[in-house]
C-alpha cells in the first residue's frame, strides 16, 4: 500500500521537525519493515547527489537544513488531486504512485516507488499546495459517510458477505502526534481498506444496477475516508515544539 510508506514519512517528517525526534531514529522508524528507503533527488532540490540513491537519514538531516516546517499527506485520485496543486510532474507521478508527501509551503515532494521489499523515494519540485481540511470536521464528514454507505449498502442488499479482513500496523501515527488524530488515523485508514477491498470485489452482489450504486456507495466512502486520513496525518498548529 502506498499509503503506508507514506504516511509513515509524512509523520515523521513532522515530528522530526516540531520534536526532539533525531533523523537517523526517525529514519528508523519509517524503514520499520522494509528492507531500505532510498531517496533520488535528480534536481538536486535537497542537496543530495543526484546520480545515486541516498540514504534517509543523509535526506532526514537536509530536510531539517534546508526544508524546515511542515508537511502535508496527499493520496490522490483520478479528479480528486486532494492538497496537490502541480506542477504537472509531480501530478502525474503522485497519480502512478497514489501517494504524495508536499511540504506545507510548497518547493518540495516526495513521491514513492516500491522495489520489492524497499521504497525508493523520488525528490519532486512542488506548488504551494492547498490547505488540509481540518481533522476534527474531515471525521465527521467520514462518520456522516459511514452512516450514509451503511444505509444504502443495506437497501441495496448489497453488504452481505462476509466482512473484508484488514491488518493494520499497531501506532499508524507516530507518539508525538495528539491521541485525538492517532485515533482518526487508524479509523480513516481502516476504513479506506475496507473500501477499497469491496470496490475490487463484487461477487456477492446480484445485479448490475446493484454493482453499479454499490460502488459509487463505496467511492464516496473511501473519498471520506481518505480526506479524514490526510487530514489527521497534518501536523496540529496547537501542539506546541517540544
Not at 145 to 166: C, T
Not at 195 to 210: C, I, M, P, Q, W
Request: glycine share 6%; charged share 20%.
Amino acid at each position: 500500500m502506498p499509503e503506508l510508506a507514506a504516511i509513515t514519512l509524512v509523520t515523521h517528517l513532522n515530528a522530526l521537525q516540531h520534536t526532539p525526534l533525531s533523523a537517523d531514529v526517525a529514519a528508523s522508524q519509517v524503514a520499520h519493515a522494509d528492507v531500505a528507503h532510498h531517496v533520488v533527488d535528480p534536481e538536486g532540490l535537497l542537496g543530495l547527489d543526484p546520480l545515486r540513491a541516498n540514504d534517509l537519514t543523509t535526506t532526514l538531516l537536509a530536510v531539517q537544513l534546508l526544508a524546515p516546517g511542515s508537511w502535508l499527506l496527499a493520496l490522490p485520485r483520478p479528479g480528486a488531486l486532494g492538497v496537490l496543486r502541480g506542477p504537472p510532474a509531480l501530478t502525474t507521478a503522485a497519480l502512478q504512485a497514489g501517494a504524495a508527501v508536499v511540504h506545507a509551503d510548497g518547493g518540495w515532494a516526495f513521491v514513492p516507488h516500491r522495489v520489492g521489499p524497499a521504497v525508493q523515494w523520488q525528490v519532486l519540485p512542488a506548488a504551494r499546495p492547498f490547505p488540509s481540511p481540518g481533522s476534527a470536521e474531515a471525521e465527521r464528514v467520514l462518520a456522516t459517510e459511514v452512516i450514509s454507505a451503511s444505509r444504502e449498502l443495506a437497501r441495496l442488499d448489497a453488504a452481505s458477505g462476509a466482512r473484508p479482513e484488514v491488518e493494520l500496523p499497531a501506532g499508524v501515527l507516530p507518539a508525538a502526534y495528539p491521541a485525538r488524530q492517532q485515533r482518526a488515523a487508524e479509523r480513516a485508514l481502516r476504513l479506506l481498506t475496507v473500501a477499497e477491498t469491496a470496490l475490487a470485489d463484487d461477487r456477492d452482489v446480484l445485479s448490475s444496477f446493484a454493482v453499479t450504486q454499490r460502488a459509487e456507495v463505496l467511492r464516496r466512502l473511501e473519498a471520506a475516508a481518505t480526506d479524514a486520513l490526510c487530514a489527521a496525518c497534518a501536523w496540529p498548529e496547537e501542539v506546541p515544539r517540544r
